[in-house]
């Protein structure tokens, strides 16, 4: 070529591809995608639109591909889909200040769902005042507005006070009822244990009581007094009555409500009872209770077991006289079976009369329908008693005349034990063995 003559050249065109833009150290990876290769699902995304905001619901693109993910940046972009992971991104990522409105839009939508709680009574609660310009009336007012209702008493748990923040109610504990200008006297029924037990029963919970606990410690020692001195009177009435303490001859307070369907926990009264083994065993014994308009006296057996009741039956098929001149007894005729005339009749209807309750209502097993004693072989109780009123159980002629009843019992619970429970069985099987000869003899 000559030399000094200008050449011309034309200009090199370098040919981009998608290998030497990712090998291509100075390439900027914002080069934006021409509009031909952009993706139709970023033109509808929601990030194109400046009106429209994102929801705190989870992406559908949060979901991961089932497809596998390209291996490499270069793979990727040959895909052609480098746009379409680009708004993916964009749209599982939004910037912060837009999560932070979507969420408090979110809060507050859901509040304004919620329904709004109206106060009490159609108006806002009102705040008892806490001594200042005013005096504490309103609280003392409250106070015994709700002391006074049943059922809603400040000392019961739940119960609510309406008094203002950091105002307190402090309520002492109640002590035992005064003596009302009768003194205790040992071995005396006072009047404060009846009216105890009456208290008790029309307030039986045992948040009451729990209050109350001074009154009915007070009325238990009471009874219990009671109950010694009458167990000397009882030693002497019977002498197979053992001297016990009060605690192995008192029926506890608390009742057994397992298979009940009365809920009241405690029973209305005090009771004991009297027999050769305490409150408890085989033995016929004496009973008392004390209540408020229904005290009872009365002694027998009550609910035996099998054995002791085919006793019983036995002993009335085979020889009825024995229980029939006990029932004629003229003070237990008197005291205890409504002053009814000398009659045997009268006497059995009398006492069967009170121990229907659970007999049999056909003769019972291995007897006849004819028996003439088939009314007091259907029995299964073998008791009698008698109600008290409040004068016979209080006051200090009370422990005479309770003694005087429980002497007029004493033939009867004799007899009883005499059968269910004989002392020498020997010598009484000897006496029917003696009978049965004699009666063959005759024979």
Same mark, same amino acid.
């Given at each position: 070529m000559p030399r000094g003559r200008p050449t011309t050249s034309a200009p090199k065109t370098t040919t981009s591809t998608p290998l030497k833009r990712a090998l291509s150290p100075n390439s900027d990876?914002?080069? !934006?995608?021409?509009?031909?290769?952009? &993706?139709?699902? =970023?033109?509808s995304s929601p990030l194109t639109? /400046? #009106?429209?905001?994102? #929801?705190?619901? *989870?992406?559908?693109?949060?979901?991961?591909?089932?497809?596998s993910e390209p291996e490499s940046e270069i793979e990727a972009e040959a895909s052609g889909y480098e746009d379409e992971d680009a708004?993916?991104?964009?749209?599982?990522?939004?910037? +912060?200040?837009?999560? $932070?409105?979507?969420? +408090?839009?979110? @809060?507050?939508?859901?509040?304004?769902?919620?329904p709004k709680r109206k106060a009490k009574g159609g108006s806002a609660k009102k705040a008892v005042p806490n001594g200042k310009g005013s005096t504490a009336g309103d609280v003392v007012a409250a106070t015994a507005k709700a002391i006074v209702q049943k059922g809603k008493e400040l000392w019961r748990p739940g119960v609510k006070s309406d008094l203002a923040p950091g105002e307190e109610v402090f309520i002492?504990?109640?002590?035992?009822?005064?003596d009302g200008g009768v003194k205790y006297q040992e071995g005396i029924i006072h009047p404060n244990t009846m009216l105890f037990l009456g208290d008790l029963k029309a307030?039986?919970?045992?948040?009451?009581?729990?209050?109350?606990?001074a009154d009915y410690r007070q009325s238990k020692k009471d009874f219990d007094a009671f109950v010694e001195k009458m167990t000397d009177k009882m030693t002497e009435i019977d002498e197979t009555i053992p001297e016990l303490p009060p605690k192995d001859l008192t029926f506890r307070i608390y009742r057994d409500i397992r298979f009940s369907s009365d809920p009241t926990p405690y029973k209305t009264h005090f009771s004991v009872a009297w027999s050769r083994t305490g409150r408890k065993g085989p033995y016929a014994g004496y009973y008392l209770q004390i209540k408020p308009s229904g005290s009872?006296?009365?002694?027998? =057996?009550?609910?035996?077991?099998?054995?002791?009741?085919? !006793?019983?039956?036995?002993?009335?098929?085979? *020889? &009825?006289?024995?229980?029939? /001149? @006990?029932l004629l007894d003229p003070a237990m005729r008197k005291e205890f079976l409504s002053g009814i005339s000398k009659d045997d009749k009268k006497a059995v209807k009398a006492f069967v009369e009170q121990n229907k309750e659970n007999a049999l209502k056909t003769k019972p097993k291995g007897y006849d329908a004819e028996n003439p004693n088939i009314s007091l072989l259907r029995l299964r109780n073998y008791t009698i008693g008698r109600k008290l009123s409040d004068e016979e159980v209080v006051g200090p002629k009370a422990p005479e005349r309770i003694a005087a009843l429980m002497a007029t019992l004493k033939p009867f619970i004799t007899y009883l034990n005499s059968v269910v429970m004989p002392d020498d069985p020997v010598e009484e099987s000897d006496e +029917?063995?003696?009978?049965? /000869?004699?009666? %063959? $003899? %005759?024979?």
């Open positions: 990876s914002t080069t !934006a995608t021409p509009p031909a290769r952009q &993706s139709k699902r =970023l033109k639109s /400046s #009106t429209t905001k994102t #929801t705190p619901k *989870k992406s559908p693109y949060f979901t991961k591909s089932t497809s708004s993916a991104s964009a749209i599982s990522s939004p910037p +912060e200040s837009e999560k $932070e409105d979507d969420e +408090e839009e979110y @809060v507050s939508s859901e509040e304004d769902k919620k002492k504990l109640p002590k035992a009822r005064g307030n039986n919970d045992r948040e009451w009581l729990k209050m109350h606990d009872f006296i009365g002694g027998g =057996l009550w609910c035996p077991e099998a054995a002791p009741l085919a !006793a019983m039956r036995k002993d009335i098929d085979r *020889k &009825s006289d024995r229980l029939k /001149s @006990v +029917e063995s003696d009978g049965s /000869s004699s009666d %063959a $003899e %005759a024979a």
